[in-house]
C-alpha cells in the first residue's frame, strides 16, 4: 500500500522561503513519476512541479523560484520553494503516478496522494 505523508508547510513572508517534503512508502520503482500540486481557496487545483529520475518540470508560475527533487535513498520527495509571493499561499499536496505517464505539472494522472500541507505567504 502507497502512503504519502508531506511536512514543511507554514507560514512565512513574502520573498521568504520553506521547504516541502514528501515521505513515499509502498513503491516499489524509483522511476515512478512523483510531483507537487497546490489548491488555494476558491481556485482550481494547479500542477506545480514533477519528476522522473533525473528529468523535473515546472509551471511557468513557480519557474525559476522552485525545485523540486527526489531523494531515493530516504524515499523522499522535496520542493524547495524560494522567493515565495502571497499568490503562493495554498494547500499543496504530494502525488505518486505510474513509470509511464507524461511526468509533467499535472492535477490528475497521481494514482496516489497525500494529505496536504499548507503554505501561507503574507505580504
Known amino acids: 500500500q502507497v502512503q504519502l505523508v508531506e511536512s514543511g508547510g507554514g507560514s512565512v513572508q513574502a520573498g521568504g522561503s520553506l521547504r516541502l517534503s514528501c515521505v513515499a512508502s509502498?513503491?516499489?520503482?524509483?522511476?515512478?513519476?512523483m510531483g507537487w500540486v497546490r489548491q488555494a481557496p476558491g481556485k482550481e487545483r494547479e500542477g506545480v512541479a514533477a519528476i522522473r529520475g533525473g528529468s523535473t518540470n515546472y509551471a511557468d508560475s513557480v519557474k525559476g523560484r522552485f525545485t523540486i527533487s527526489k531523494d531515493n535513498a530516504k524515499n523522499t520527495l522535496y520542493l524547495q520553494m524560494n522567493s515565495l509571493k502571497p499568490e503562493d499561499s495554498a494547500m499543496y499536496y504530494c502525488?505518486?503516478?505510474?513509470?509511464?505517464?507524461?511526468?509533467?505539472?499535472?492535477?490528475?494522472?497521481?494514482?496516489?496522494w497525500g494529505q496536504g500541507t499548507q503554505v501561507t505567504v503574507s505580504s
Open positions: 502525488g505518486a503516478g505510474s513509470t509511464i505517464m507524461a511526468c509533467v505539472p499535472r492535477t490528475v494522472g497521481f494514482g496516489y
Open positions: 509502498g513503491l516499489t520503482n524509483s522511476r515512478n513519476c
